[in-house]
């Protein structure tokens, strides 16, 4: 079963223009986390919010983490045509202890206009 | 840097036929996992391992197994190849007892069954 559920499903903006991309889940989580897809590969790690923390930065990220309504945006400032790929959210139950397993949304589309 | 390491990025196989699909990674780490990612329905978990030979089904194990009998190398095995199960693979790994743990992501395989 699906956790999160990304909002938008796909986005086409300029370069320089910031994305936001949103991502819903249902149960209360540790953490959730934030991966990024460029086209036929692996997901990479962009960067991981705890359920105790409301924002976290990196460079040109920012992620924000609203556990009353379940919901976190990711916020790539200043897009570059290289931003272009897919984006995952991914959250880590709070219930399965140690091993938890992440359980991954369906993913955006983002595309970059040069 | 952890390197998660695919055995095949393209794969041809006949329906009926049984298939291995290899992963090794080279940081110790405990848990692995496979997962299985088809247009518009993101990535599905199928199976995980927290440890040498130990195993644990994910949301969809159904005409998969796997083995785990090194702690580097986490097999998924299709027992009879259908043409339902062409799709993109991805084998994931993760250490424990960090608080940040992040998933580190193979370059998948792309199966055709035909």
């Known amino acids: 079963s699906q956790q999160g559920e990304e909002d938008p499903q796909a986005l086409s903006i300029q370069e320089g223009e910031n994305a936001t991309m949103n991502c819903s889940y249902k149960?209360?989580?540790?953490?959730l986390q934030w991966y990024r897809q460029n086209s036929g590969r692996g997901l990479v790690h962009l960067i991981l919010?705890?359920?105790?923390?409301r924002e976290k930065h990196s460079g040109r990220l920012r992620v924000t983490l609203d556990t009353s309504k379940k919901s976190s945006s990711l916020l790539i400032t200043a897009s570059r045509a290289a931003d272009t790929a897919s984006y995952f959210c991914?959250?880590?139950?709070?219930?399965?202890?140690?091993?938890?397993?992440?359980?991954f949304g369906k993913g955006i589309t983002l595309s970059v206009r040069p | 840097d952890v390197k998660v390491t695919q055995s095949s990025r393209y794969l041809v196989k006949r329906t009926g036929e049984k298939v291995f699909l290899e992963c090794v990674q080279d940081?110790?780490?405990?848990?692995m996992f496979w997962y299985r990612q088809d247009p518009g329905l993101g990535l599905r978990l199928i199976y995980f391992?927290?440890?040498?030979?130990?195993?644990e089904k994910g949301d969809i194990p159904e005409g998969y197994s796997v083995s785990r009998e090194k702690k580097e190398r986490f097999s998924l095995i299709l027992e009879s190849a259908s043409t339902n199960q062409t799709s993109m693979y991805l084998c994931?790994?993760?250490?424990?007892?960090?608080?940040?743990?992040?998933?580190?992501f193979g370059n998948g395989t792309r199966l055709t069954v035909t």
């Open positions: 919010i705890r359920s105790n923390e």
């Open positions: 149960t209360s989580i540790n953490n």
């Open positions: 991914a959250t880590d139950s709070l219930y399965t202890g140690a091993n938890s397993k992440l359980t």
């Open positions: 940081m110790d780490h405990e848990n």
């Open positions: 391992s927290y440890d040498v030979k130990m195993k």
């Open positions: 994931a790994s993760r250490g424990i007892g960090t608080a940040d743990r992040p998933l580190h």
